[in-house]
């Protein structure tokens, strides 16, 4: 059964924070997951299409952190800064 679509290989690539090591199967639907090392040195298994489509840059706990920060950050006011003009 020839199917159009070939695999990607990913390992080396560097998406954002995450570096791709190797693959590591594929999920229920078939899509490979790929094993990645992020900045912060935490291994994340991630779908091959979510790299290469740049919806992700960064593992699991980074981006909860991200969000916590971002809602941390619409707490205060941010630009508030009143410029006297003449
Ligand atoms: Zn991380």
Redo the contacts with the bound molecule.
């Keep these: 059964m020839a199917r159009g679509r070939k695999l990607i290989d990913l390992t080396g690539r560097q998406f954002g ?1 995450l570096s791709v090591l190797r693959r590591s199967g594929t999920d229920a639907h078939r899509h490979p997951i790929w094993e990645c090392r ?3 040195g ?1 291994h994340w298994r991630a779908l091959g299409y979510c790299l290469t489509e740049g919806r992700l840059s ?2 699991g ?2 981006r909860t952190e991200m969000r916590r920060a971002a809602r941390a950050l619409k707490g205060k006011n941010v630009g508030d800064h009143v410029s006297h003009s003449p």
Excluded: M, P, Q, T
Aim: some cysteine; charged content about 20%; overall charge positive.
């Design positions: 924070a992020c900045a912060c935490r960064r593992c706990f980074c």
